[in-house]
Each structure stands twice: as C-alpha cells, then as structure tokens.
T-cell receptor
Framework: EAGVAQSPRYKIIEKRQSVAFWCNPI?????LYWYQQILGQGPKLLIQ????????DSQLPKDRFSAERLKGVDSTLKIQPAKLEDSAVYLC???????????????FGPGTRLTVL | AQSVTQLGSHVSVSEGALVLLRCNYS??????LFWYVQYPNQGLQLLLK??????LVKGINGFEAEFKKSETSFHLTKPSAHMSDAAEYFC????????????FGSGTRLLVRP
C-alpha cells in the first residue's frame, strides 16, 4: 500500500514570495491533516479536512495561509506572502476517518522542508 | 488548555542500556496517547498508542509505555537501546471532542553511544 505522498521535498524562497505544497493521502482515507513543524518543536496542526470539508482550521494563519482539498482526495497548502517565521517542515497526514467513535491512526508523509530567506 | 510536556530535549544512553523518555499531559479527561518516532528527513512513524484498553502498551521495535492516570504520565521505555534507536521521539495526545487532532510535545532527541 502506497503511503502519503508529498511534494516538493524541499523548497527555498525569499520572503514575500508565494509557495504551494501538495499532498496525496493514502487511498480511501477520508481525513487529511496539515501540520507545521518548526525546528526544535513538535508538529502543530494547521488544518484538518474530512473528505473535502474543513473540520478544524483554528490555528491556520488565514491572512497568508490557505488550503483546499478538491474532490476529497489530494490537497494543496499555500502560503502567500511568505515570512521568515514560516520556515519549517510541513507534514501531511491522513487517516481512515472519524466515524464509529474510533481513533484512526494518522499516517504521515515525509514532509516538505521550507526555507524562507 | 490541553498540552503535552516531554522532560528532556536530549537524552543520551549507552548501547544496551535502558531507555526512558518521559511524557506528561495536562487535562482532566484522559486522552488517547501516542508515541511517534522521527528519523532525519522522514515523517513520523507511530510506535505505540493507548486508547483506553490495557494500561501497559507494547509497540514496535521493543518499545513499551505505561499509562498512569494518577500521574498523568505516559513514559516510553525500552530495556536495551540499539544504535538504530537514535532518533527524535514525540509524545502526543488527542481527544474525541477535538476531532482527534494530535497535540504534540516538543520532542526528545535520543542519542545512543556505542
């Protein structure tokens, strides 16, 4: 079974530029998550999708970050314009879903390392 | 607010020695609890999880953790460290009322000395 795919793996941009990250979850997984992992810290949830609807985006800086999950499969996370403090690893994860009251394991992709100069 | 505390940002052990990584959570409601491992330039891999079944949980690679409600702790242990265990370890919690989103600790880097 293929895992969670992310691209690009690395990206270097200058501040005020825009950037987009792509995530392809495990086939059939209804729930998709984007996490931001700043160096020396644990991952922090940015946004959670259930199919193509947003479940939680309370920690997404909406003035510059946006995300979408068209057709409930792939997802794109965008930053526009980027700031120096956005330098981090952006992790995508997916899980089977929230149904049935069970906690479904989240599977993580390899991440995209963003450096903002 | 719900949070996770991992004591010690770096832990160093000798190969063959006991590994003990500490994790405490703060909430009045027992959460689901997880330990993840992250190798350089890779994503997170689940080591083990506690979801209200047995309090002693066994995971992959010989790791185990014990949920202690009275201490609000979920410490990770391994009897004998191996060089391949060197990595970053994250404790995380989640709650049904929060759509099961993961709240991570700041991580502990494990160094294994030959």
């Amino acid at each position: 079974e293929a895992g969670v795919a992310q691209s690009p793996r690395y990206k270097i941009i200058e501040k005020r530029q825009s950037v987009a990250f792509w995530c392809n979850p495990i086939s059939g997984h209804a729930t998709l998550y984007w996490y931001q992992q700043i160096l020396g810290q644990g991952p922090k949830l940015l946004i959670q999708f259930q199919n193509n609807g947003v479940v939680d985006d309370s920690q997404l800086p909406k003035d510059r970050f946006s995300a979408e999950r068209l057709k409930g499969v792939d997802s794109t996370l965008k930053i526009q314009p980027a700031k120096l403090e956005d330098s981090a690893v952006y992790l995508c994860a997916s899980s089977a879903g929230l149904a049935g009251g069970r906690h479904n394991e989240q599977f993580f992709g390899p991440g995209t390392r963003l450096t903002v100069l | 607010a719900q949070s996770v505390t991992q004591l010690g940002s770096h832990v160093s052990v000798s190969e063959g020695a006991l590994v003990l990584l500490r994790c405490n959570y703060s909430s009045s409601v027992p959460p689901y609890l997880f330990w993840y491992v992250q190798y350089p330039n890779q994503g997170l891999q689940l080591l083990l999880k506690y979801t209200s079944a047995a309090t002693l949980v066994k995971g992959i690679n010989g790791f185990e953790a014990e949920f202690k409600k009275s201490e609000t702790s979920f410490h990770l242990t391994k009897p004998s460290a191996h060089m391949s265990d060197a990595a970053e370890y994250f404790c995380a919690v989640s709650y049904k009322d929060s759509s099961y989103k993961l709240i991570f600790g700041s991580g502990t880097r494990l160094l294994v000395r030959p």
